[in-house]
């Protein structure tokens, strides 16, 4: 038994005639309402998880790609291949992944 029913039926014993049928009601629905309501939003995106998630993000070059090097993503680092070369320092977009090797881009301005 939930909080609220708990709840409902000690309020059943206080609150006489029509309201507390709507008491009684009122509970319920909130009761399979809510369940409903938070799988619903849960559901709303995809989980994403593993190295397609670092698709699209820019980041900086650890360790000269010239073509392979590595790149820090959120305090990890990467290995990467960029095919015209970017000097450590570097902002660069991660566009692909070959195993666990990311591709990268050099970033536009």
């Known amino acids: 038994m939930t909080f609220w029913i708990a709840l409902a039926l000690v309020l059943l014993h206080v609150v006489q005639g029509p309201w507390a049928l709507a008491l009684l009601v009122a509970t319920a629905l909130f009761e399979v309402s809510t369940p409903i309501f ?9 989980i994403q998880v593993g190295a397609e998630t670092l ?45 666990l090797t990311l591709e990268v881009e050099r970033a536009d301005g």
């Open 38 to 46: 938070w799988l619903r939003r849960s559901q709303r995106h995809r």
């Open 55 to 99: 698709l699209g993000r820019t980041v900086e070059v650890a360790d000269e790609c010239r073509p392979y090097g590595r790149i820090r993503i959120s305090g990890e680092l990467w290995r990467a291949h960029c095919a015209e070369g970017a000097g450590r320092g570097d902002r660069v977009r991660v566009v692909g992944l070959d195993g």
